[in-house]
Antibody
Framework: QVQLVESGGGVVQPGGSLRLSCAASGFTFSSYGMHWVRQAPGKGLEWVAFIRYDGSNKYYADSVKGRFTISRDNSKNTLYLQMNSLRAEDTAVYYC??????WGQGTLVTVSS | DIQMTQSPSSLSASVGDRVTITCQASQDISNYLNWYQQKPGKAPKLLIYDASNLETGVPSRFSGSGSGTDFTFTISSLQPEDIATYYCQQYDNLPYSFGQGTKLEIK
């Protein structure tokens, strides 16, 4: 069965960096585009970034463009989100997601001094 | 970017009631629309895809309709376990935007 497991969340100071990972299993990872979606505490869902199956194209929400980088390693079945210049408003649960409605359980990122 | 306007933002209904949520896209998205259910502390769960197709294993009391810019999500007979927040999401064009959510409560 499809499994997506995020890791790498934690507490970071404003201006800091963090790298999230999403380990995928149960499907042919290299054949699917992948997304990151986030949810601030008590708020709605916000799409963050998308990467095509082969990493050839990447798309970002305006709110993270220039600060976040999505990438993937198809040999390791792993999706990444490098987050730099973090702000308090980036505090959220970050989910990785695959087309077809499959989501991970999420990892919490807290940006606070 | 496509904006998704979902209403109402909250809804209180009784067990057995018929519940309807609407979602309007700022431009034509054909039928590229998902409906998700999210319970506290959990990841969203896909209920409906392609505007009207029921995901495998989802109870038949859930349904979706619409195309173009106007969409409707319906629970035909509300059950206590349906208490959650519901979101629409378009996947016609990136960014794949979500509606603001509808928090459903039992009256």
């Amino acid at each position: 069965q499809v499994q997506l497991v995020e890791s790498g969340g934690g507490v970071v100071q404003p201006g800091g960096s963090l790298r999230l990972s999403c380990a995928a299993s149960g499907f042919t990872f290299s054949s699917y585009g992948m997304h990151w979606v986030r949810q601030a505490p008590g708020k709605g869902l916000e799409w963050v970034a998308f990467i095509r199956y082969d990493g050839s194209n990447k798309y970002y929400a305006d709110s993270v463009k220039g600060r976040f980088t999505i990438s993937r390693d198809n040999s390791k079945n792993t999706l990444y989100l490098q987050m730099n210049s973090l702000r308090a408003e980036d505090t959220a649960v970050y989910y990785c997601a695959k087309a077809g409605g499959y989501w991970g359980q999420g990892t919490l990122v807290t940006v606070s001094s | 970017d496509i904006q998704m306007t979902q209403s109402p933002s909250s809804l209180s209904a009784s067990v057995g009631d018929r519940v309807t949520i609407t979602c309007q896209a700022s431009q034509d998205i054909s039928n590229y629309l998902n409906w998700y259910q999210q319970k506290p502390g959990k990841a969203p769960k896909l209920l409906i895809y392609d505007a009207s197709n029921l995901e495998t294993g989802v109870p038949s009391r859930f349904s979706g309709s619409g195309s173009g810019t106007d969409f409707t999500f319906t629970i035909s007979s509300l059950q206590p376990e349906d208490i959650a927040t519901y979101y629409c999401q378009q996947y016609d064009n990136l960014p794949y935007s979500f509606g603001q959510g509808t928090k459903l409560e039992i009256k």
